[in-house]
């Protein structure tokens, strides 16, 4: 077990509002971040809260190394980061997760085999690799279904909806490798997040009904509605052995689909997410306190609920316009996230309500 007092240095892969709010959560504590982002500093917005900052590309060894070398521990709050040069951290620093989370999760073809190993039901699939293909997939899954970029896609990004096989057949398909996904029937959506420390201890937060729109995360709901509250078990269940295969350490997220016939797998996020978000004033401990606690080998704290619930809604594009008539309720809890540049689709802050 690997432990860093106060005073130690985390090192974050990524510059956007998730390295933001852990490197808040690491300076609570008595640490210090130093992010490494492609970006210039001025366009990173966890810089603006961090100690330091190297930009370098996720694929430059030596930029990695020479990184690694001046932190404790290295975390990542951003999945698609090329797994293999991580290898060049491990002389110098810590790294948690493990890189095989990462290879496992940034690949939707190895995310969903791996599951299915483990006993998890994610929806039909098939991989798709030309257009032949994918005629045979939706032949053999059926329409409607969505056809997925394997790697890099998120918020919806990367993905078309296929309603008929004429859909397909006239479909320009990108050169990149794909997954044809048949369509799931569910009632609702839900995440588990966990975290477990280098001693393999886990702890859940509750279980949040997510409601999406255009592909991205609007809401939040903690606790989720009985109906799908009933499903969190058997999902707390292959969270955990997902983990435990991974030797994972930090938060790791699973979404589910809550069906008629139990939960069905989604997607994975080796990383803190969007749906915990409302941890930070409706929980003891907020995912983000809690990953920076098992990545440098600390207690964990309590995931428990300081209130009846919360409410976290995504504030996109311009819908942090509103920030004034946001603060003026006192029950709002405001995070905005530094950005200069508002656009569609852009995920620009978060707001929380906690339920008395």
Same mark, same amino acid.
């Given at each position: 077990m690997k432990t860093f007092g106060p005073g130690a240095t985390i090192g974050i892969l990524g510059g956007g509002q998730l390295g933001r709010m852990? @490197? =808040? %959560? $690491?300076?609570?504590?008595?640490?210090?971040?130093?992010? &490494?982002?492609? *970006?210039?500093? /001025?366009?990173?917005?966890?810089?603006?809260?961090?100690?330091?900052?190297?930009?370098?590309?996720?694929?430059?060894?030596? @930029? =990695? %190394? $020479?990184?690694?070398?001046?932190?404790?521990?290295?975390? &990542?709050?951003? *999945?698609?980061? /090329?797994?293999?040069?991580?290898a060049a951290i491990l002389p110098h620093a810590a790294l948690f997760p493990p890189a095989r989370a990462l290879e496992v999760a940034q690949d939707r073809v190895n995310e969903k085999s791996f599951v299915e190993t483990l006993g998890g039901r994610?929806?039909?699939?098939?991989?798709?690799?030309?257009?032949?293909?994918?005629?045979?997939?939706?032949?053999?899954?059926?329409?409607?279904?969505i056809l997925k970029t394997r790697r890099d896609g998120y918020d919806g990004k990367g993905q078309w909806r296929i309603m008929t096989p004429a859909d397909a057949a006239g479909l320009d398909l990108p050169a990149v490798p794909l997954i044809y996904e048949g369509f799931v029937e569910f009632f609702g959506e839900f995440s588990v997040i966990l975290v477990r420390a280098q001693d393999g201890s886990v702890?859940?937060?509750?279980?949040?009904?997510?409601?999406?729109?255009?592909g991205i995360l609007a809401r939040s709901t903690v606790p989720a509605p009985a109906e799908i509250a009933a499903q969190v078990p058997?999902?707390?269940?292959?969270?955990?052995?997902?983990?435990?295969?991974?030797?994972?350490?930090?938060?790791?997220?699973?979404?589910?689909?809550?069906?008629?016939?139990?939960?069905?797998?989604?997607?994975?996020?080796p990383r803190v997410h969007n749906s915990g978000h409302w941890?930070?004033?409706?929980?003891?401990?907020?995912?983000?306190?809690?990953?920076?606690?098992?990545?440098?080998?600390?207690p964990l704290g309590s995931t428990e609920l300081v209130t009846q619930g919360a409410v976290m809604d995504n504030l996109i594009g311009e819908a942090a316009d509103a920030w004034p008539q946001l603060l003026a309720d006192p029950a709002n809890h405001l995070h905005l996230y530094g950005k200069a540049e508002t656009r569609p689709g852009r995920k620009m802050g978060h707001v929380t309500r906690l339920v008395q």
């Amino acid at each position: 077990m690997k432990t860093f007092g106060p005073g130690a240095t985390i090192g974050i892969l990524g510059g956007g509002q998730l390295g933001r709010m852990m @490197a =808040l %959560a $690491a300076a609570q504590l008595g640490y210090c971040a130093h992010v &490494y982002a492609p *970006e210039p500093r /001025a366009e990173s917005v966890a810089a603006q809260v961090s100690a330091a900052y190297t930009q370098g590309t996720y694929d430059d060894e030596a @930029a =990695l %190394a $020479a990184f690694a070398a001046q932190v404790a521990v290295v975390t &990542y709050e951003f *999945e698609n980061v /090329a797994a293999a040069p991580l290898a060049a951290i491990l002389p110098h620093a810590a790294l948690f997760p493990p890189a095989r989370a990462l290879e496992v999760a940034q690949d939707r073809v190895n995310e969903k085999s791996f599951v299915e190993t483990l006993g998890g039901r994610p929806a039909p699939w098939m991989q798709v690799d030309g257009a032949e293909d994918l005629a045979r997939a939706v032949a053999t899954i059926g329409a409607p279904g969505i056809l997925k970029t394997r790697r890099d896609g998120y918020d919806g990004k990367g993905q078309w909806r296929i309603m008929t096989p004429a859909d397909a057949a006239g479909l320009d398909l990108p050169a990149v490798p794909l997954i044809y996904e048949g369509f799931v029937e569910f009632f609702g959506e839900f995440s588990v997040i966990l975290v477990r420390a280098q001693d393999g201890s886990v702890q859940f937060w509750d279980s949040a009904r997510n409601e999406h729109e255009d592909g991205i995360l609007a809401r939040s709901t903690v606790p989720a509605p009985a109906e799908i509250a009933a499903q969190v078990p058997a999902a707390r269940a292959l969270a955990k052995q997902v983990a435990a295969a991974l030797d994972y350490v930090g938060v790791l997220t699973l979404e589910f689909f809550a069906t008629q016939d139990g939960p069905v797998f989604n997607e994975m996020a080796p990383r803190v997410h969007n749906s915990g978000h409302w941890s930070i004033e409706g929980a003891i401990a907020s995912q983000f306190e809690n990953h920076v606690r098992a990545i440098l080998g600390l207690p964990l704290g309590s995931t428990e609920l300081v209130t009846q619930g919360a409410v976290m809604d995504n504030l996109i594009g311009e819908a942090a316009d509103a920030w004034p008539q946001l603060l003026a309720d006192p029950a709002n809890h405001l995070h905005l996230y530094g950005k200069a540049e508002t656009r569609p689709g852009r995920k620009m802050g978060h707001v929380t309500r906690l339920v008395q």
